[in-house]
C-alpha cells in the first residue's frame, strides 16, 4: 500500500502561482508512475502532469509552459509548481501513483480555486 498525503491548495488571483506537494509513503518501491490529476465541477478527472518511467514527464497541452512537475527523491515527495493561473484551472487537484503491479492509489484531493 501507499499513503499520500497533498498540502498547498487554495485561492488565488488570475495570473497567480501556487505549489502543491504530495508526500508519499509506505511501499513506495512499487512506484511505476506518479503525478497529478484535477477534476472540475462537472467534469471527468483529467491527467494534469506525469512522472511515466524514469524523469520522462508528461503534460497537458492546456498547462504546458505554465505548470511544471518536479520531485525530491530523498523526501518521497512531488510537486507541480502552477503559474500563470486562469480560472479554468479551478478544480480539485489530486496526487496519484500507479504500481508496477497496476495498483493505483489516489491523495485526498486539495481544492484550488482562480478567481478575482
Known amino acids: 500500500q501507499v499513503q499520500l498525503v497533498e498540502s498547498g491548495g487554495g485561492q488565488v488571483q488570475p495570473g497567480g502561482s501556487l505549489r502543491l506537494s504530495c508526500a508519499a509513503s509506505?511501499?513506495?518501491?512499487?512506484?511505476?508512475?506518479m503525478g497529478w490529476y484535477r477534476q472540475a465541477p462537472g467534469k471527468e478527472r483529467e491527467l494534469v502532469a506525469q512522472?511515466?518511467?524514469?524523469?520522462?514527464?508528461n503534460y497537458a497541452d492546456s498547462v504546458k509552459g505554465r505548470f511544471t512537475i518536479s520531485r525530491d527523491n530523498a523526501k518521497n515527495t512531488i510537486y507541480l509548481q502552477m503559474n500563470s493561473l486562469k480560472p479554468e484551472d479551478t478544480a480539485v487537484y489530486y496526487c496519484?501513483?500507479?504500481?508496477?503491479?497496476?495498483?493505483?492509489?489516489w491523495g485526498q484531493g486539495t481544492q484550488v480555486t482562480v478567481s478575482s
Open positions: 509506505g511501499n513506495i518501491f512499487r512506484i511505476n508512475v
Open positions: 496519484n501513483v500507479g504500481l508496477v503491479t497496476g495498483d493505483d492509489y
Open positions: 512522472y511515466t518511467t524514469g524523469t520522462r514527464t
